[in-house]
């Protein structure tokens, strides 16, 4: 199933019939920004819906995540810049660490956003009415895409809804 457009902003997901009581969604995914590709397709078995829910989280503070200090910043330099904050490992005191953590989490993407992401690190904000997704997998070189916010809203709202609809079909 594909939602959105590649050359833009997309989601691809297929639903693997892996039978549970609880409505649990297993499948393949990854998202695609700007024809790049974010996530591992062939990851099997993966649970759709523990990105189903970080996604959902992300609709959930999408207005939060207007930040006017990244405007002038490069994706490189976003990236850095969240990276360092929330994940780290530096001379900062643990208050300082806590600060970054309430500070910066919110721009988190889907780093641990579920198996297909295991090997990806990835962040959003938004800046004049663009989605910025800023990405890496492993040691690869970070990579930023500006997305329109209404089509990262509908894409994501799209596929969000087409995983309750297979929710149902799950057991």
């Given at each position: 199933?594909?939602?959105?457009?590649?050359?833009?902003?997309?989601?691809?997901?297929?639903?693997?019939?892996?039978?549970?009581?609880?409505?649990?969604?297993?499948?393949r995914?990854?998202?695609?920004?700007?024809?790049?590709?974010?996530?591992?397709?062939?990851?099997?078995?993966?649970?759709?819906?523990?990105t189903?829910?970080?996604l959902?989280?992300?609709?959930?503070?999408?207005?939060?995540?207007?930040e006017?200090?990244?405007?002038?910043?490069?994706?490189?330099?976003?990236?850095?810049?969240?990276?360092?904050?929330?994940?780290?490992?530096?001379?900062?005191?643990?208050?300082?660490v806590?600060?970054?953590?309430?500070?910066?989490?919110k721009?988190d993407?889907?780093?641990?956003?579920?198996?297909?992401?295991?090997?990806?690190?990835?962040?959003?904000?938004?800046?004049n009415?663009?989605?910025?997704?800023?990405?890496?997998?492993?040691?690869?070189?970070?990579?930023?895409?500006?997305?329109?916010?209404a089509?990262?809203?509908?894409?994501v709202?799209?596929?969000?809804?087409w995983?309750?609809?297979?929710?149902?079909?799950?057991?």
């Open positions: 199933m594909r939602f959105g457009n590649i050359s833009t902003f997309a989601i691809d997901c297929v639903h693997e019939a892996i039978p549970n009581e609880r409505g649990w969604v297993f499948g995914m990854c998202i695609w920004a700007g024809g790049l590709q974010l996530g591992d397709f062939e990851e099997p078995s993966c649970m759709l819906n523990v189903g829910g970080h959902e989280g992300v609709l959930g503070r999408l207005q939060a995540l207007e006017p200090s990244f405007e002038d910043l490069t994706h490189a330099q976003l990236y850095e810049l969240l990276d360092r904050a929330i994940y780290g490992d530096d001379d900062r005191t643990p208050a300082q806590a600060a970054d953590a309430e500070k910066y989490f721009f993407l889907l780093t641990n956003g579920g198996e297909s992401f295991d090997r990806f690190k990835s962040f959003i904000a938004i800046a009415g663009q989605v910025r997704i800023l990405f890496t997998e492993l040691s690869s070189e970070p990579v930023g895409v500006c997305v329109d916010v089509e990262f809203v509908a894409t709202t799209e596929f969000l809804g995983l309750k609809m297979e929710a149902k079909n799950a057991g």
